[in-house]
Structures are given as C-alpha cells and as structure tokens.
C-alpha cells in the first residue's frame, strides 16, 4: 500500500502531509497560548495606565433620604414564657425625585504606555431634579408627624470617587448647600448634604447639580426618578450603548455620539418611596429568576475600534485552513505533478505558515493589525513562493503556490472583517476546493494496486 516498486504510493504521499500536519498543530496552539499571554499582558497594562484616574463609573441620585421614627413590636420567650415588648426605632424613608433632567459631556482621552494604550475620561455632568410627596404618600405606612425633616439627606452615588471632580455644587432651591463625603452619613461612595425638607409637605424642593468626575470604559446610569432624561454628548466615535435600556435617540458618526434616554420608573419596576435600607435602593432593582437582584442600568462603553488581540486569536483558527491547502497544492505537485515533495519541506512551509501568526501579532502591537496584516502576510508569502522553486523545480510552480497563498491571506482578511459571514464563507471555500480535488484525482491510484497489479 505504501510504496509500489520503491517508489511511494499516491495514499502514503497523503498519510505523510496529514502526518506532517497534525504535528505541526503544536506550535500553532503555542501560538494561540502566546496571544493569550499578551492580551493578558496588554490589560494590566491598561489596568496601571488608568491606576488612580477612576474605573467604570456608575452614578445615581440625587434621592432624598428622610429619618423617622416608627414601633416595633418584638416576641421572644423568656423562663418559658412568650414576653412581647415595643420599642421605638430610627429608620430612614428613601424618596426618589418626580424628574431628574440630566446632560454629561464625556471628553475622552487616550493614554499610552509603551505599545499599550487605554481610553479615559472627564465627564461633566450638570442637571435639575424636582422632590415632592407623593398623593398617595399615606400608603407608605410612614406617620409624617414622626419624620425628621430638619436632618434629611441629599445623596449622590457615584460608584468609584477616586474620580470625583473638585467642588461639586448642589443647590436646593436656589440655595448652595455644603458637601460631605461618602454617599451619606451611613456610609457609601459618593457625596451628600444635610437639607431642610420641611417646605415638602407644601411645595416640590428643586435641586440644581453640577459635578464633575473621570473613568475609563464605560459610563452608566442607575435611573431611580419617576421620569429620568439623560441626554450624552462625545467626540469618541466608537460607543457601544448596553445595559438593561437603550436610548431613545443616537447618533453617531467620525466627530463622536449624542445619546438621549427616558425611562419611568414604572419600567424600573420600583415605588418612589422605600423604607428599606436607602442603598438597596439605589441599587437594587426587581429580582431575577434565580432569586438574585438585578441591577438595571443604562450603559454608554467607549471601546477600541479594533482589538489587535480578539482579531489575531480569529486568524489563529484559521491557521489549519492555510497549511491544509498549501499542503494540497504540494501533494497535488507531488502526485500528479511527479515533483517529490519529502516531509522536511512539508515541515519548513509548514512552519513559515505558523510564523505568519507570530509576526501578525507583533507588528499588530506595534503599528495596528491592517497594516501588519499585510507586513506579515506579504514575508511569508514571499518566502515561501521562494523556497518552493526550489523544491518544486520550477518558479512556475511557485508562483502557483505564491498565488494560492496571496488569495488566502486575501479570503482570511474578508473573513476577519465580515464576521457575520465568516462561517458562509469559510464553508463555500472548502466545499469548492474539495470540489477541485475530487475532480483532479478522480484518476489516482491512491493504494497503488493498478500498478501492482499491472
């Protein structure tokens, strides 16, 4: 079966390029660990690019957050005995505003370290919230004659003030107030200011915020208002609008985005007043199906547009298709040609299709993933085409090899950019090389038995 008069048979010939093949799928999965490695690489590098600027920012508020007294009522069994005592607690009643209007000019900036770069930013953030009993306030269960007006709270959240801006102004009817930190007397990430409410039961209380703070990836809102506008402004051209809502409205194009939101809080699912814990309440919403509580924001993310390492570990699974067919055109020389081809070729172009990869990923990280796609394709194209005419005996034949790997690296850029389609691609391809294969060696004595048996 393998070899027929000393010499080898059409089917050892094939055993041999799928032999050589399957070891080199070896270091292409060294390959696949190096990207990895380097990606891993490339995000605590942009971890400590943006080290004590702010993360992803998350902001909430402005609620009210009201004290009140209440009884309680406590069973317990004392010397066999039910004993029921009442005592006097201090809670605190949550009030989120009627509306919230607000606007955030997000500036982004693109830092580098080295090869490695990341996007943060300045947010500037100004709006108008409006607070005021609601009509069917009695239903809360709360005895207004027991709330502590005189001592409530005005909390802002914002989930990582390492970013906070310098002299945040809150005013309250036209009234500045002074700042604390933290996000209440309790505790918390944010900031907050004692307020008289004692005019709400009378009249709404308006607040006018302006702050200022710095993150990097994303932005998010956690809307708690009875009706919330959100109205973004950038110059980053490359937003990704995620989270549990959507704007309303965007537009996007090479100058930046402008999004606008607005949401009711009977899509949030939650009352304007809680008596709960007041940080639940700015951050918890209804419950998924596994009991878990969701969080429900509007997310704005201003992502890279091109991901050098997402897209050199897409190429890398294709790096089976390139040796396959290289591997055919030289069995295809080989068997039909007559041109000997020994494993130790197979092995060198084999290994120059796996240095492609290599040389992909770093140019990517150096001059971006376009231009070293064409760097890395057109070297090993060409070497290959070189080695080849030797090999083959004829830069004829080479030039053959040269065009069949050009229109590779060709269909494998098509393949890279219309993600989508890749598999539909991808799929029609094999089908008509298969197709081609079947019908050149539809004469071939693969075992070698006609000429054995001749």
């Known amino acids: 079966m393998f070899s027929v008069h000393g010499e080898r048979t059409p089917g050892f010939k094939l055993a041999l390029a799928i032999v050589v093949g399957l070891v080199l799928t070896i270091p292409l999965f060294l390959v696949w660990l190096l990207v990895y490695d380097r990606k891993t690489q490339s995000e605590e590098a942009t971890a400590s690019i943006t080290e004590g600027w702010g993360g992803a920012q998350t902001m909430n508020g402005p609620v009210l957050v009201i004290p009140y007294r209440t009884t309680t009522t406590e069973t317990a069994v004392e010397n066999g005995q039910s004993v029921t005592r009442t005592r006097d607690v201090r809670r605190e009643l949550t009030l989120a505003p009627e509306t919230v209007g607000l606007t955030t000019d997000v ?80 505790g ?5 200011a004692w307020i008289d409410a004692s005019a709400i039961g009378a009249k709404p209380i308006s607040i006018h915020f302006e702050f200022n703070f710095r993150g990097n990836q994303s932005l998010s809102l956690f809307p708690n208002a009875g009706d919330t506008a959100w109205k973004v402004h950038s110059t980053w051209a490359s937003p990704s609008f995620a989270g549990a809502f959507l704007p309303e409205g965007r537009n996007v194009d090479a100058k930046g985005f402008d999004a606008v939101y607005r949401i009711g809080n009977l899509a949030l699912g939650r009352s304007l007043i809680s008596t709960g814990d007041p940080a639940a309440a700015q951050t918890v919403a209804p419950t998924d199906a596994s009991g878990q509580p969701q969080v429900q924001t509007a997310q704005i993310s201003l992502i890279q547009p091109v991901d050098p390492y997402s897209q050199v570990n897409r190429a890398t699974k294709y790096g089976f298709l390139f040796i396959g067919f290289t591997f055919l055109a030289l069995l295809m020389f080989d068997v039909i040609g007559g041109v000997r081809v020994s494993a130790v070729e197979y092995l060198l172009m084999g290994a120059a299709l796996v240095l492609f990869f290599v040389l992909l990923l770093a140019f990517a990280e150096v001059i971006g993933f376009t231009p070293a796609y064409v760097v890395a394709s057109a070297a090993i194209a060409g070497l290959n085409t070189a080695y080849s005419a030797a090999v083959l005996a004829s830069w004829n034949r080479a030039a053959f090899i040269g065009g069949l790997l050009v229109a590779l690296y060709g269909v494998l850029y098509i393949l890279l950019s219309l993600e989508a389609f890749s598999l539909l691609i991808g799929s029609l391809l094999l089908f008509a090389a298969l ?18 048996d001749a």
């Open 107 to 186: 500036r982004p900036e693109v830092r580098k370290r080295s090869i490695y770069e990341a996007v943060v930013y300045d947010a500037r953030v100004g709006g108008d919230a409006r607070f005021s009993l609601p009509p069917d306030f009695a239903q809360s269960g709360v005895d207004p004659s027991q709330m502590d007006l005189g001592k409530a709270e005005l909390r802002f959240g914002l989930s990582d003030a390492r970013g906070l801006g310098a002299n945040p102004s809150v005013k309250a009817d036209g009234i500045p107030l002074r700042l604390q930190p933290g996000g209440g007397s309790s």
């Open 188 to 192: 918390g990430q944010g900031f907050f």
């Open 435 to 452: 197709a081609g294969v079947m019908y050149a060696t539809r004469r071939i004595d693969w075992g070698g038995r006609r000429a054995a």
